[in-house]
């Protein structure tokens, strides 16, 4: 399989192999020989560069007999740098070597930024059909749309699907733009407390693509205005994938860690 390891012991040593679909990538191995490190040695890689390094001095280090093999529990698996077209060539090759050692990996192609702006562009569609953008305040502004309008949806999937780029993508983004202004309009009102127009209006586009392009995952943010799952929606689609946005700090505190969880356990219920 993908991405696949073994570790086995063989006569006078060790054979640490794995598989792959590009071989100059060679994921699998990089696997095996990063878990054998840790797991029979106490090697650890706690940050990129030679200060994250933990590498124990065992002159003496025994290896017991080892049969195992696996698969990556998650297909996408990554922590992501931040404004790395600023970084310097150094820093770039200390973070791809940490991302191999640590088994980082992503086998699918997917996209869930910001992504309402790019779909339906104000420059394109806000003069002529301003009814599309969000109300707030009582006046019709470009910052979000206004998700409830069947008409605004029949272009957003006729958009989504026609752009070049989301035709190479296995999971495509629907997400906001960033920032609030969230319609607030009666249409929308009507669908529900807190964030109900926005799971309704994701839980529509993922059916209607399903039907349209079988094989393409619907991408968006769990983030800021839908953090929290919906409340009228008992399952959503199964090709609906989730990008749950966190800080790592709050698992610092127990208050925050029990947030989290309950954040996680939320959303488990919905498919």
Request: charged share 25%; aromatic share 12%; hydrophobic share 35%.
């Amino acid at each position: 399989e993908n991405e696949g390891w073994l570790i086995a012991s063989v006569p006078d040593g060790v054979l640490l192999t794995g598989s792959h679909e590009d071989s100059a990538k060679l994921a699998g191995v990089y696997h095996a020989v990063s878990l054998f490190l840790e797991e029979q040695a106490g090697v650890r890689w706690l940050w990129p560069g030679e200060s994250g390094e933990v590498i124990p001095h065992n002159p003496d280090l025994e290896i017991s007999q080892i049969e195992r093999s696996g698969v990556p529990s998650l297909r996408r698996r990554q922590m992501m740098g931040g404004y790395t077209r600023f970084w310097a060539p150094e820093q770039r090759t200390q973070w791809n070597t940490w991302y191999r050692r640590t088994r980082q990996g992503d086998q699918l192609s997917a996209n869930f930024g910001h992504a309402w702006a790019s779909i339906i562009p104000p420059k394109e569609y806000f003069e002529a059909h301003p009814e599309w953008f969000s109300l707030v305040n009582g006046k019709r502004i470009p910052a979000q749309l206004c998700i409830s309008n069947p008409q605004l949806r029949d272009e957003f999937v006729k958009n989504l699907l026609a752009r070049p780029a989301n035709r190479k993508l296995d999971i495509i983004s629907v997400s906001a733009n960033d920032g609030y202004g969230f319609c607030e309009c009666e249409n929308c009102r009507a669908k529900g407390d807190d964030n109900a127009s926005y799971w309704d209006f994701v839980n529509d586009i993922a059916q209607r693509v399903k039907v349209l392009r079988p094989e393409v995952g619907i991408g968006t943010f769990a983030y800021t205005y839908s953090r929290q799952p919906p409340k009228n929606i008992e399952k959503l689609p199964d090709n609906i994938y989730l990008s749950m946005t966190s800080y790592a700090t709050q698992l610092m505190l127990p208050a925050g860690e029990k947030e989290y969880k309950e954040f996680l356990d939320g959303w488990k219920s919905k498919g």
